[in-house]
């Protein structure tokens, strides 16, 4: 997958987090750090850790790049040295009924719809994470429209054809 390819999937979250500032304002973190924040949560709620490395994040009171960490047990975010702050999550997108699929073409490097079959399954699991009930990764998609079977991803927007081990990136537009 291209850098802009990873770029693109690395961007759209379902879920945006937030962190709480010192007058208590929620702030949304930027998308890059978001995205890693519910990739590390998705992790968390299978049974893996319970921290989540947020990345470098500039500090507020001087400027200087600190890697902060999460505990999903208390919701708080904190560097490994300084006061804990409190974090929250929350639907970015409500599903909508009329959302569209698409997947990014390697040939063309034009997104092209899914086929209904795969629309069908992509909303009703990307319907399923977003209320809760469903995983946001190893979803194995099998459509009668095609032999293969492909693994999703929606907190990376990526699906992989478990054949051949091909990754696309995949919206929702």
């Known amino acids: 997958m291209s850098s802009q390819q990873s770029q693109i999937a690395d961007n759209q979250c379902a879920f945006q987090w937030f962190w709480r500032g010192d007058r208590n304002p929620w702030e949304p973190y930027q998308d890059e750090h ?44 904190h560097p490994k040295q300084e006061s804990d702050r409190w974090r929250s999550r929350a639907v970015k997108r409500e599903p909508k009924r009329a959302a569209q699929w698409e ?8 997104w092209q719809p899914m086929l209904a079959a795969e629309q069908a399954f992509v909303s009703q699991a990307y319907e399923a994470y977003v209320k809760g009930s469903g995983p946001g990764t190893g979803i194995v998609m099998r459509t009668p429209d095609r032999p293969e079977d492909y693994e999703l991803d929606l907190i990376r927007s990526v699906m992989r054809n478990l054949t051949t081990g091909t990754s696309r990136p995949i919206r929702r537009v």
């Open 103 to 110: 997947s990014l073409d390697d040939a063309s490097g034009q």
């Open 34 to 77: 978001n995205c890693r924040i519910e990739r590390a949560f998705e992790l968390f709620k299978q049974g893996g850790p319970s921290e989540g490395d947020v990345g470098d994040v500039s500090r507020l009171n001087d400027d200087v790049m600190a890697k902060y960490f999460i505990d999903f047990n208390t919701m708080q975010q």
